[in-house]
């Protein structure tokens, strides 16, 4: 049974930064396309980041971000430890929202779309004050 479990959300201050972790268990991370999605209040979950495989080395990644977030968030992941992060710098009142992290078992392909994910954590709220 794949599980993933959040955590690192919380409250900050318009400005600051926070770094959620999700660890991936009954899996290995290398076998695993994975994504942060986020979702706020009346509104429809959608993807923030994702990364990828690009080669055969484990260092052969890539990443994809919403409009929104690039260049203040990045995505990245420790295989060793089955864990994928999402660091949020300069963040603004509208990256509230509860943020999931979510699974697939294509790693070298890009999944943009919450049906193509088949892995799913519990989520972790972020506020953004301002």
Known sequence: Q????????????????????CVISGR???YTGMGWFRQAPGK????????????IFSSDILTSY?????G????SKDSDKNTVYLQMNSMKPEDTA???CAGHNSPYSLKIEEFEYEYWGQGTPVNVSS
Do not use: C, H, M, N
């Open 28 to 30: 290995p991370l290398s």
């Open 2 to 21: 794949v599980q993933l479990v959040e955590s690192g959300g919380g409250l900050v201050q318009a400005g600051g930064s926070l770094r959620l972790s």
């Open 66 to 70: 919403a409009d929104s977030v690039k």
């Open 72 to 75: 203040r968030f990045a995505i």
């Open 98 to 100: 509860v943020y999931y």
């Open 44 to 55: 429809e979950r959608t993807l923030v980041a994702a990364i990828r495989y690009s080669g």
